[in-house]
Nanobody, 115 residues
Framework: QVQLVESGGGLVQAGGSLRLSCAASISIFSIYSMGWYRQAPGKQRELVAAYAPGGTTTYADSVKGRFTISRDIAKNTIDLQMNSLKPEDTAVYYC?????????WGQGTQVTVSS
């Protein structure tokens, strides 16, 4: 069982930055895909950024050039650096690790961007 704990959400003005961090309970970087999803009120949860097991990254079109996903294998963490934030980035952000039929989610952290 993998436990994921997110931190770093908060309230920021448009154009500002936030950094989210997700700490995993065990070292699983070699076999799991990992990434960040978000869910805004009344909308479906969507992928924001992710790592494949080989290290390839993918980003949603809406965040390309503004968000950067990174990982620290020694610390078992993945981070999401969010720059040039927009009000439409407001959502609950979730960390997720997955492999095959196994899916693990964090509890979510709120990001609110004011205009």
């Amino acid at each position: 069982q993998v436990q994921l704990v997110e931190s770093g959400g908060g309230l920021v003005q448009a154009g500002g930055s936030l950094r989210l961090s997700c700490a995993a309970s065990i070292s699983i970087f070699s076999i799991y895909s990992m990434g960040w999803y978000r869910q805004a009120p009344g909308k479906q949860r969507e992928l924001v950024a992710a790592y494949a097991p080989g290290g390839t990254t993918t980003y949603a079109d809406s965040v390309k050039g503004r968000f950067t996903i990174s990982r620290d294998i020694a610390k078992n963490t993945i981070d999401l650096q969010m720059n040039s934030l927009k009000p439409e980035d407001t959502a609950v952000y979730y960390c997720k690790f997955w492999a095959g039929s196994s899916n693990y989610w964090g509890q979510g952290t709120q990001v609110t961007v004011s205009s």
